[in-house]
């Protein structure tokens, strides 16, 4: 049962390994993630704007947590816009 769970590992990471979609930018290797997430944090940025020309963000009263949930999600709409295999 060993031999077979030392055999099955690193295939499985192998394989796992190959999933992450990489970008090459001017010859350096950078995960999706990474790009997503700088992203995500400059889109909460240019957002910030925004809100506060609205009169909005009064009313938003844990901002950290708001700001940063508004990160995240515009994270993941980049990811699943951009580097998503539908």
Do not use: H, K
Not at 17 to 39: E, H, K, Q, T
Not at 49 to 72: D, Q
Request: with cysteine; hydrophobic share 60%; glycine share 8%.
């Amino acid at each position: 049962m060993q031999r077979v769970m030392l055999t099955v590992l690193p295939v499985c990471a192998a394989t796992v390994a190959g999933c992450d979609p990489v970008l090459n930018v001017a010859g350096a290797n950078f995960p999706a993630w990474l790009v997503c997430g700088l992203a995500g944090a400059g889109g909460a940025a240019l957002l910030r704007p925004l809100f506060v020309a609205a009169r909005v963000e009064g009313y938003l009263w844990p901002v950290a947590l708001v700001y940063t949930s508004l990160a995240a999600l515009i994270a993941c709409v980049v990811y699943v816009v951009c580097f998503s295999r539908l």
